[in-house]
């Protein structure tokens, strides 16, 4: 009786707990915002109505703004941008290929932020606001790949007025 609980408490210990562990990491990164992690973060690209802001990351500890005009760039608050988009999660996918953009007020969206982390970039266009009260519906089109057309349509709870 002993051995066969040694063996099933061994089983359990060296195969099954592994497997629900990576489960649950493929999980996270299924439902992250961003495939890469805030330290890998090399610039910003912000668009809104009012025309693009383009931030890089100087130094490590400083981001300057270089476009449409040449400053340094208030440190605090990019990173509060960063930790919202690098925090957020998805919340629920609507549509996987989405081809119809005006429902979710991502025609014309409010604001496309693009995020670089060396050679890889990823777009991110905000439209808007979802069913929740914290919600806002975004699309996601990973440069790093084809580039062609919205990877998904999600709908995310917004993070510092973001999103998720």
Known sequence: MFLALAGLGG?????????????EKQERAQKQVLPFPETAI???????PQGPIELKLAEPGKWSIVAPL????DYREVQ?????????T???????????????GLEQPV?????????????????DSGPLSNTLYVVQYPL?????????????????????
């Open 70 to 73: 040449q400053t340094d760039a």
């Open 111 to 127: 604001t496309t932020l693009t995020v670089m982390a060396g050679t890889q970039h990823e777009t991110i266009s905000i439209g």
């Open 144 to 164: 790093c790949a084809s580039g062609i057309g919205p990877e998904r349509v999600t709908d995310q709870p917004g993070a510092e007025g973001l999103h998720q």
């Open 42 to 48: 090399t610039g910003l690209r912000i668009t809104t």
């Open 11 to 23: 089983y359990l210990y060296l195969v099954e707990f592994p497997a629900q562990q990576r489960e």
């Open 90 to 104: 998805v919340t629920r996918t609507v549509e996987e290929q989405a081809t119809q953009l005006a429902a979710f």
């Open 80 to 88: 509060a941008l960063i930790r919202a988009l690098v925090t957020g």
